[in-house]
T-cell receptor, first 114, second 108 residues
Framework: NAGVTQTPKFQVLKTGQSMTLQCAQDMNHNSMYWYRQDPGMGLRLIYYSASEGTTDKGEVPNGYNVSRLNKREFSLRLESAAPSQTSVYFC?????????????FGPGTRLTVT | GIQVEQSPPDLILQEGANSTLRCNFSDSVNNLQWFHQNPWGQLINLFYIPSGTKQNGRLSATTVATERYSLLYISSSQTTDSGVYFCAVYSGNTPLVFGKGTRLSVIA
Protein backbone atom coordinates (compact mmCIF):
# COMPACT_ATOMS: atom_id res chain seq x y z
CA ASN A 1 0.00 0.00 0.00
CA ALA A 2 1.28 3.43 -0.93
CA GLY A 3 -0.87 5.12 1.76
CA VAL A 4 -1.41 8.80 0.90
CA THR A 5 0.31 10.15 -2.20
CA GLN A 6 0.61 13.76 -3.36
CA THR A 7 1.70 15.35 -6.62
CA PRO A 8 3.69 17.38 -7.35
CA LYS A 9 6.41 17.35 -4.66
CA PHE A 10 7.63 20.85 -5.55
CA GLN A 11 6.12 23.73 -7.51
CA VAL A 12 7.04 27.33 -8.25
CA LEU A 13 4.29 29.66 -9.46
CA LYS A 14 4.15 33.30 -10.42
CA THR A 15 1.57 35.52 -8.74
CA GLY A 16 -1.79 35.10 -10.47
CA GLN A 17 -1.12 31.66 -11.92
CA SER A 18 -3.37 28.73 -11.08
CA MET A 19 -2.62 25.14 -10.22
CA THR A 20 -4.15 22.00 -8.74
CA LEU A 21 -2.53 19.84 -6.08
CA GLN A 22 -3.49 16.20 -6.32
CA CYS A 23 -3.96 13.74 -3.46
CA ALA A 24 -4.89 10.06 -3.51
CA GLN A 25 -5.22 7.40 -0.81
CA ASP A 26 -5.47 3.64 -1.11
CA MET A 27 -6.64 2.84 2.44
CA ASN A 28 -10.36 3.03 1.59
CA HIS A 29 -10.80 5.92 4.02
CA ASN A 30 -13.95 7.99 3.93
CA SER A 31 -12.48 11.30 5.13
CA MET A 32 -9.77 13.41 3.50
CA TYR A 33 -8.14 16.70 4.47
CA TRP A 34 -5.89 19.47 3.17
CA TYR A 35 -3.57 21.34 5.52
CA ARG A 36 -0.92 24.01 5.10
CA GLN A 37 2.19 24.40 7.21
CA ASP A 38 4.03 27.69 7.50
CA PRO A 39 7.45 28.13 9.14
CA GLY A 40 7.34 27.75 12.92
CA MET A 41 3.69 26.78 12.86
CA GLY A 42 1.70 23.64 13.25
CA LEU A 43 -0.57 22.49 10.47
CA ARG A 44 -3.74 24.47 9.75
CA LEU A 45 -6.78 22.94 8.09
CA ILE A 46 -7.79 24.42 4.73
CA TYR A 47 -10.67 22.16 3.65
CA TYR A 48 -11.85 18.66 4.43
CA SER A 49 -14.22 16.08 3.02
CA ALA A 50 -15.94 13.94 5.63
CA SER A 51 -17.21 11.56 2.97
CA GLU A 52 -17.46 11.28 -0.78
CA GLY A 53 -19.66 14.07 -2.13
CA THR A 54 -19.17 16.47 0.80
CA THR A 55 -16.64 19.22 1.47
CA ASP A 56 -16.35 21.73 4.29
CA LYS A 57 -14.20 24.74 5.07
CA GLY A 58 -11.50 24.56 7.68
CA GLU A 59 -9.60 27.29 9.48
CA VAL A 60 -7.96 28.96 6.43
CA PRO A 61 -10.07 28.33 3.27
CA ASN A 62 -9.73 31.72 1.53
CA GLY A 63 -8.07 31.52 -1.88
CA TYR A 64 -8.61 27.78 -2.28
CA ASN A 65 -11.16 25.41 -3.76
CA VAL A 66 -11.40 21.64 -3.43
CA SER A 67 -12.92 18.73 -5.31
CA ARG A 68 -13.61 15.28 -3.91
CA LEU A 69 -13.31 13.46 -7.22
CA ASN A 70 -14.15 10.02 -5.83
CA LYS A 71 -13.50 8.11 -2.62
CA ARG A 72 -9.74 7.90 -3.35
CA GLU A 73 -8.96 11.39 -4.64
CA PHE A 74 -9.19 14.90 -3.17
CA SER A 75 -7.70 17.86 -5.04
CA LEU A 76 -6.86 21.40 -3.92
CA ARG A 77 -6.96 24.27 -6.42
CA LEU A 78 -5.39 27.69 -6.24
CA GLU A 79 -7.22 29.85 -8.78
CA SER A 80 -4.96 32.92 -8.57
CA ALA A 81 -1.85 32.22 -6.54
CA ALA A 82 -0.54 34.86 -4.12
CA PRO A 83 2.82 35.05 -2.29
CA SER A 84 0.91 34.49 0.99
CA GLN A 85 0.13 30.98 -0.28
CA THR A 86 3.78 30.01 -0.24
CA SER A 87 3.73 27.05 2.11
CA VAL A 88 4.01 23.29 2.44
CA TYR A 89 0.71 21.55 1.73
CA PHE A 90 -0.20 18.22 3.29
CA CYS A 91 -3.04 15.90 2.42
CA UNK A 92 -4.35 13.40 4.97
CA UNK A 93 -7.02 10.74 5.25
CA UNK A 94 -8.84 9.02 8.08
CA UNK A 95 -11.62 6.59 8.83
CA UNK A 96 -14.32 7.69 11.29
CA UNK A 97 -14.95 4.19 12.63
CA UNK A 98 -12.55 2.14 14.71
CA UNK A 99 -9.66 4.31 15.89
CA UNK A 100 -11.75 7.42 15.51
CA UNK A 101 -10.32 9.87 13.02
CA UNK A 102 -6.72 8.66 13.24
CA UNK A 103 -5.11 10.59 10.41
CA UNK A 104 -2.41 9.51 7.99
CA PHE A 105 -0.44 12.10 6.05
CA GLY A 106 1.09 12.30 2.60
CA PRO A 107 4.67 13.51 1.97
CA GLY A 108 3.68 17.12 1.25
CA THR A 109 3.94 19.58 -1.64
CA ARG A 110 6.31 22.51 -1.25
CA LEU A 111 4.83 25.50 -3.10
CA THR A 112 6.57 28.80 -3.71
CA VAL A 113 4.70 31.77 -5.20
CA THR A 114 6.91 34.59 -6.50
CA GLY B 1 -12.47 26.29 19.21
CA ILE B 2 -10.18 23.97 21.10
CA GLN B 3 -6.72 25.27 21.95
CA VAL B 4 -3.59 23.09 21.95
CA GLU B 5 -0.43 24.24 23.73
CA GLN B 6 2.88 22.39 23.56
CA SER B 7 5.91 22.84 25.74
CA PRO B 8 8.77 23.41 25.62
CA PRO B 9 8.94 25.06 22.18
CA ASP B 10 12.60 24.08 21.76
CA LEU B 11 14.74 21.41 23.38
CA ILE B 12 18.40 20.50 22.94
CA LEU B 13 19.60 17.17 24.29
CA GLN B 14 22.83 15.28 24.46
CA GLU B 15 22.58 11.85 22.86
CA GLY B 16 21.49 9.31 25.48
CA ALA B 17 19.46 11.77 27.57
CA ASN B 18 15.76 11.42 28.35
CA SER B 19 13.06 14.02 27.76
CA THR B 20 9.39 14.74 28.37
CA LEU B 21 7.25 16.78 25.99
CA ARG B 22 3.91 18.14 27.12
CA CYS B 23 0.63 18.86 25.32
CA ASN B 24 -2.22 20.72 27.04
CA PHE B 25 -5.64 21.03 25.47
CA SER B 26 -8.61 23.17 26.41
CA ASP B 27 -11.58 20.81 25.95
CA SER B 28 -12.49 17.14 25.93
CA VAL B 29 -11.19 15.18 22.94
CA ASN B 30 -12.18 12.12 20.91
CA ASN B 31 -8.71 11.59 19.55
CA LEU B 32 -5.17 12.67 20.33
CA GLN B 33 -2.21 11.92 18.11
CA TRP B 34 1.53 12.51 18.43
CA PHE B 35 3.54 13.00 15.24
CA HIS B 36 7.22 13.33 14.50
CA GLN B 37 8.15 15.58 11.59
CA ASN B 38 11.63 14.55 10.50
CA PRO B 39 14.19 16.96 9.01
CA TRP B 40 12.93 16.05 5.52
CA GLY B 41 9.43 17.26 6.40
CA GLN B 42 7.73 13.87 6.56
CA LEU B 43 5.00 13.49 9.22
CA ILE B 44 5.26 10.16 11.00
CA ASN B 45 2.47 8.82 13.21
CA LEU B 46 3.85 8.01 16.64
CA PHE B 47 0.81 7.38 18.81
CA TYR B 48 -2.94 7.40 18.66
CA ILE B 49 -3.72 7.95 22.33
CA PRO B 50 -7.01 9.58 23.38
CA SER B 51 -6.44 8.16 26.88
CA GLY B 52 -4.13 5.86 28.80
CA THR B 53 -0.51 4.89 28.23
CA LYS B 54 1.23 3.32 25.25
CA GLN B 55 4.81 2.37 24.56
CA ASN B 56 6.70 1.83 21.34
CA GLY B 57 10.38 1.07 21.83
CA ARG B 58 12.12 4.07 23.39
CA LEU B 59 9.02 6.22 23.09
CA SER B 60 5.98 6.19 25.31
CA ALA B 61 2.97 8.44 25.71
CA THR B 62 0.40 9.08 28.39
CA THR B 63 -2.86 10.98 28.04
CA VAL B 64 -4.85 12.04 31.11
CA ALA B 65 -8.06 13.07 29.40
CA THR B 66 -9.80 14.23 32.60
CA GLU B 67 -6.96 16.70 33.25
CA ARG B 68 -6.58 17.63 29.56
CA TYR B 69 -2.94 16.88 28.96
CA SER B 70 -0.71 14.37 27.24
CA LEU B 71 2.99 13.60 27.71
CA LEU B 72 5.46 12.11 25.25
CA TYR B 73 8.54 10.47 26.77
CA ILE B 74 11.70 9.89 24.78
CA SER B 75 14.32 7.75 26.49
CA SER B 76 17.97 7.28 25.50
CA SER B 77 17.62 9.86 22.75
CA GLN B 78 19.41 9.40 19.43
CA THR B 79 20.33 11.90 16.74
CA THR B 80 17.62 10.37 14.54
CA ASP B 81 15.04 11.60 17.08
CA SER B 82 15.71 15.18 15.98
CA GLY B 83 12.88 17.06 14.35
CA VAL B 84 9.59 18.58 15.44
CA TYR B 85 7.06 16.75 17.59
CA PHE B 86 3.42 17.71 17.15
CA CYS B 87 0.43 16.96 19.27
CA ALA B 88 -2.96 17.12 17.50
CA VAL B 89 -6.46 16.65 18.87
CA TYR B 90 -9.87 15.88 17.43
CA SER B 91 -12.73 17.33 19.46
CA GLY B 92 -16.40 16.79 18.68
CA ASN B 93 -16.86 17.38 14.97
CA THR B 94 -13.74 19.52 14.53
CA PRO B 95 -10.97 17.85 12.50
CA LEU B 96 -7.46 17.67 13.92
CA VAL B 97 -6.19 20.84 15.57
CA PHE B 98 -2.40 20.96 15.88
CA GLY B 99 -0.19 22.51 18.48
CA LYS B 100 2.81 24.54 17.29
CA GLY B 101 5.20 21.73 18.10
CA THR B 102 8.37 21.10 20.09
CA ARG B 103 11.58 21.33 18.09
CA LEU B 104 14.05 18.71 19.37
CA SER B 105 17.72 18.70 18.53
CA VAL B 106 19.78 15.72 19.71
CA ILE B 107 23.52 16.34 19.67
CA ALA B 108 26.08 13.52 19.42
Amino acid sequence: NAGVTQTPKFQVLKTGQSMTLQCAQDMNHNSMYWYRQDPGMGLRLIYYSASEGTTDKGEVPNGYNVSRLNKREFSLRLESAAPSQTSVYFCASSEPSGRAYEQYFGPGTRLTVT
Amino acid sequence: GIQVEQSPPDLILQEGANSTLRCNFSDSVNNLQWFHQNPWGQLINLFYIPSGTKQNGRLSATTVATERYSLLYISSSQTTDSGVYFCAVYSGNTPLVFGKGTRLSVIA
